[in-house]
């Protein structure tokens, strides 16, 4: 029996990089598993494992049916018995297969989104919603997105099931990072000089909100605490300019750092007290649990499944999304708790609940249709 993902590219981003994690785990166990995308970029490609193998459908706007009609040609050749569709897109293009294959294909549609960000992709549910018939199944990364969906879209909640982002804890170690490297970074930022040091690794878009961060670091630093704010990640150069210009009309500039994009994470994880997320929307943070694994207390803005990865006061604190106030009030109920026991706390909950190997196990059984 074969395995399949089917997804819109292989650029750089956490559903994709995910794919190629898991891909790469299931063919060392000996599953054989293929990745199909639809086109677009593809700067994972050197990531993906020699024995998974690739197929680019380059699909373009005209091309749906001729791509869907490629798509079901390639699942019959090579005796594709499951297919694992990411997000709501690619979708489309399996209902061919299924409908011609129909029960000899299994189909799980892993969704990611928990709410729609636009009219236009609102308006683009109503395609979708047929679509969702389909699947065998549907595979959600959080309860609370599970409980949304079933809720507004009328999923049957004996079809769906939740699987949460993994973490590769031996990878996201303290000790895994060389000293020399932390040594390096505590120089080059003058960590010494900080009372703590937080970091958010995230897309500069403007539903992440680092515009909550900047007020927070201008609030705490007017009450005279000198905190330092990592910012890791990219975005379109006018978001960027936009709270570059706010940061020095604070005159946070000591205070605030704009990393920019970062191949490995870990050596900023390392250097800092705390990890801030302030998304005004987030299904489940894969960048928390890779923090959390570091032993970084999370502060995560309380959407989404961040209740689910967050217990207030034991590994991090909740705050009200879209309220600079409700941060300020959580990083000092930080900065005034016991941050080594909360950092032990953070490591266990991954290690308990969100390990790249339980999470391996659930796609296992998924394929084996033992849910």
Known sequence: MTMMFLLNSLDVGGSESKVVRVSNELVKQGVDVRIVYLGGGDALINRVSKDVELLNLNYNIK????????????????????????????MIFVVLSKVLLRKKLKWFSLINTTYFESLKKEIQMVLYRIVLFYPSFIVFGAEEQKRVWNKRYLINDKSSEVIYNGVDNNFFSFNAVPKSSIDEL????????????????????????????????RITKKLGYNF????????????????????????????????????????????????????????????????????????????????EMVIPGYNGFLFQAKSS???????????????????????????????????????????????
């Open 63 to 90: 091309s749906i049916t001729k791509a869907s009609y490629e798509l079901f040609k390639y699942i019959r050749n090579n005796n594709v018995s499951t297919i694992y569709t990411v997000n709501m897109f690619p």
């Open 186 to 217: 505590y120089r080059l930022y003058n960590i010494d000089d900080f009372d703590r040091v937080y970091i958010t690794v995230a897309q500069l878009r403007s539903e992440k909100r680092h515009i909550d961060i900047i007020e927070a670091a």
């Open 325 to 371: 106030d409700s941060l300020v009030e959580q990083i000092f109920n930080h900065f005034n708790s016991d941050n080594s026991l909360l950092s032990e706390n953070a490591k266990k909950l991954v290690e308990d609940k969100f390990s790249f190997s339980q999470m391996i196990q659930q796609y296992l059984r998924l394929y084996k249709g033992s849910f």
């Open 228 to 307: 330092l704010f990592l910012f890791v990640g990219t975005g379109l150069s006018r978001n960027v300019d936009d709270l570059k210009k706010l940061v020095d009309e604070y005159n946070l500039s000591e205070n605030i750092i704009f990393i920019g994009q970062v191949g490995d994470p870990r050596p900023l994880l390392s250097i800092s007290n705390g990890f801030i997320l302030a998304s005004e929307s987030e299904t489940f943070s894969n960048a928390a649990l890779e923090a959390m694994s570091m032993g970084l207390p999370c502060i995560l803005s309380n959407v989404g499944g961040a209740s």
